[in-house]
Nanobody, 125 residues
Framework: QLQLVESGGGLVQPGGSLRLSCAASRFGLDYYAIGWFRQAPGKEREGVSC????????NYADSVKGRFTISRDNAKNTVYLQMNSLKSEDTAVYYC??????????????????WGQGTQVTVSS
């Protein structure tokens, strides 16, 4: 079974940057579309971004467009989420998820089969 591990979260000031990583073990990510999701306390889970298995197609939530960039390195079995110009409202636990998908990707959580344990991102001065 595919296992995903997120890393790179932490405390950052508003306007700062973080890069999250989603590393896969047991199996390669080549055949999987990857999504990033987040959930803040008291709020529903939100789809942040996704990337197709080859990396050609990406999608972003309106709330992060122009600030976040998703990318992948299949040779390293890792997907990244570069987060710039962070705001306090970006504070949440961030999760990556994977699904075998032959075209495109989805920011719907119910599309995904495998999930990581999450990494906390806190944006505060």
């Amino acid at each position: 079974q595919l296992q995903l591990v997120e890393s790179g979260g932490g405390l950052v000031q508003p306007g700062g940057s973080l890069r999250l990583s989603c590393a896969a073990s047991r199996f390669g990510l080549d055949y999987y579309a990857i999504g990033w999701f987040r959930q803040a306390p008291g709020k529903e889970r939100e789809g942040v971004s996704c990337i197709s298995r080859g990396g050609a197609l990406t999608n972003y939530a309106d709330s992060v467009k122009g600030r976040f960039t998703i990318s992948r390195d299949n040779a390293k079995n890792t997907v990244y989420l570069q987060m710039n110009s962070l705001k306090s409202e970006d504070t949440a636990v961030y999760y990556c998820a994977a699904v075998r998908m032959y075209g495109g990707c989805s920011t719907r959580g119910d599309s995904y089969d495998y999930w990581g344990q999450g990494t906390q991102v806190t944006v505060s001065s």
